[in-house]
């Protein structure tokens, strides 16, 4: 990520923080939307990053073509993004969803309820590959895939969680459908104020060891931590704990892999 990209970030989360109780669902999934249709366009996503045009004539070509179909705040926001400089075409599109991502957070009535359901979702796509395959596919028409998202989701979860993963099914940018509800549901802790933490380990943990694991880590980060758990048959004991790019391995799979590798040299 350029720096460009991280001032950019900053300015436009600013924007959307500044917007507080005003930033409803509609505004999300309309940054979402927006998204959808600049990535499209080749003409449109080239004239958002170009650093040689003024930041006033590119707020007015986003208010040219989306001031009808967006709330006043979505439009704001999504002009505060053509207004920022981005460091590439990918980074801008990024940066959009990005904002979307936090502004539909921002509309859930109960805190912590889409990120558990993105990782509900995750983990049922995950145990199931003929799913994963359809929702992967890059011959599957996005419209089906869409409608495969409305028939397994609606009425099971809210309607955050069911824009979110209808937005991406329609546009991964070359990411997998894991990845794509893992980062998601990490902005949208992000915007909550706490961070996930993915516990993985062999067997289940119990109420009274998550709680003990949470209240550690918690201390090491200084931040509320939402709990993952991962079970994987293969790390045998021990627990892998993944927050962010931070990983701590302490499995005994790591630990005879580390061992085998010592004996080995």
Do not use: C
């Not at 409608?147 to 309607?159: A, H, N, P, Q, R």
């Not at 990845?179 to 380990?201: H, K, N, Q, Y």
């Amino acid at each position: 990520m350029g720096s460009a990209t991280r001032e950019a970030l900053a300015s436009t989360r600013a924007v959307l923080a500044a917007h507080g109780r005003t930033t409803d669902l509609a505004t999300g999934e309309g940054l979402l939307d927006s998204g959808r249709v600049i990535g499209d366009s080749a003409q449109l996503l080239s004239a958002l990053v170009d650093p040689a045009a003024d930041a006033a004539a590119k707020a007015a070509l986003v208010a040219a073509v989306f001031s009808a179909k967006l709330t006043p705040t979505a439009l704001d926001l999504l002009q505060s993004v053509a207004a920022a400089r981005w460091s590439s075409h990918s980074d801008l599109l990024a940066g959009i969803e990005e904002l979307g991502l936090r502004a539909v957070a921002a509309s859930a009535p109960v805190a912590g309820a889409v990120e558990a359901e993105l990782f509900e979702f995750g983990t049922a796509v995950a145990s199931n590959g003929e799913l994963e395959l359809a929702l992967a596919s890059k011959l599957g028409a996005v419209s089906a895939k869409v409608g495969l998202i409305d028939s397994l989701l609606t009425g099971k979860v809210s309607e955050q969680t069911l824009v979110i993963v209808r937005h991406l099914v329609q546009q991964p940018r070359g990411r997998r459908i894991g990845a794509l509800l893992r980062f998601s549901a990490t902005i949208v802790a992000d915007e909550g104020g706490t961070a996930i933490a993915t516990v993985s380990t062999a067997e289940l943990l119990s109420s009274a060891q998550l709680e003990r694991l949470r209240t550690s880590l918690t201390a090491r980060y200084g931040r509320t931590l939402t709990i993952n758990q991962v079970i994987d048959r293969s790390l045998v004991g021990g627990v892998r704990v993944q927050i962010g790019d931070d990983v701590i391995d302490g499995t005994i799979a790591t630990r005879l892999k580390d061992l085998r590798l010592q004996l080995a040299g």
